[in-house]
């Protein structure tokens, strides 16, 4: 038996507290996963409302009189089954709603200031602020943790080892190179293989500049990350530490995500059980005002809406969707143009295309559990959790051959058939195109129903847990603590 491995990871996001995107599933499911492994994991996250709402009593184990100008503390503390350190914050955390933007719609103007505050703590905590604390290493999700490396390295000393999670390159966090003292950077910080950024400070490179290793949520990412064409400008950078680069995929949490027993459905089911998604079907179809008909091919998106997603090119596909007699189910929100492009195209045609603009966590399982397909047409998309939700729900991913995607869904053209295999469709480029062909094709597959069950049954048997990837965490994590061992 191997002794336990410590690690402090340091996020923005956690399952079920406080959640934009899919950070937050996989912030809030790995430490369960990863304890399995024989890894303690305790998060330390900002004490946003909804966090210390719902935080048990805990302990104040360190105290800041002055962070970015106002009192601050660390609590240690445990909520949904989660072990906790807790940033408490008032002045830069106590905020409704989302955790980004205030409500002008625009970004919080002293993020720069947040989120060092939440790196720095994430560094103080890993570099022994707190007695008996002493991780063997520092995990830091996305550009909100990005400085965490960074402050761990300047401050010199013994470290843990440190590893930078990029869950999304789109978001860098960039911000005015005047803030370098402010958010607590020493001046030699800001050079070319610190934390400058094309003249700014990047809270994102800074992390996977300093870092003693990079992962990302797939292998696929992982070298898409590398080109000038998905690098977002950081692919100069990734390269150059090409061999500190791993992609490493996302599971799904089985317990959250279990058709067997979700409560928002309501027929529950299993693969032995599949026909019973039909009542799930037509519920969707009920509450969506959606023509009740078990025979229509009902599309599902759970999504947010934003360019990543292609969801733009979904829209104009509608007429050629109207034309396969399928229908349209829809839940997201995100930007303007496209919610009101969405709204509008389901006024026109309301009992074949419905939209619920917003987050509705019982709404996206009964998509999953009751769409036939679930479209997932991104432009790129790092690993994408929603097709792993359809896989385990009976629901068909039709996705875009880019990132994690590419990385989970077989296609089951026809060579895959013939061998039993195939999950999905999926298809590129990622145009309107090859989109209407992917429907096109999903509608004649709907027509064949044994090898749609077929594939359907397969994507239900197929492992979308996190046992693997919590495997391959847990070895990745010794193997930076023992290459660190004196
Ligand atoms: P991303 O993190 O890029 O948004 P992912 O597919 O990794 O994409 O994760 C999205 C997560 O958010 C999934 O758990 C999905 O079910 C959930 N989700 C997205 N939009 C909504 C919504 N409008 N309502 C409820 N859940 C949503
Ligand atoms: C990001 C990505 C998504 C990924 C998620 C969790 O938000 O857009 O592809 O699944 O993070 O890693």
Redesign the pocket.
Known sequence: MTAPLQVLAVASEIFPLVKT???A??VGALPAALAAEGVLVRTLIPGYPAVMDRIAIGETVKEYPALHGGAARIIQTSAAGLELFVLDAPHLFARHGNPYVGPNGKDWPDNAQRFAALSFAAADLAGGAVRGYRPHVLHAHDWQAGLAPAFLHYRGGERPASVMTV??LAFQGAFPAELLGAVGLPPKSFTMDGVEYYGKIGYLKAGLALADHITT?SPTYAREIRTSEHGMGLDGLLRLRAAQVSGIL?GIDLQVWDPLTDESLPARFDAKRITKRTVNKLALQSRLGLAEDPEALVLGVVSRLTW?KGLDLLVSAMPMLAAQGAQLAVLGSGDAPLEASFTAAAAADPTRIAVQIGYDESLAHLIQAGADAILVPSRF?????TQLCAMRYGALPVVARV??LADTVVDANEMALASKAGTGIVFSPVTLDALELAIERTAALWRDRSTWRAVQKRGMATDVSWTRPAAQYAALYRTLVSSRAP
């Open positions: 995107g899919g950070l599933d996989v869950h999304n949520v996302n990543q998309e790092p690993c994408g959790l990132g994690g």
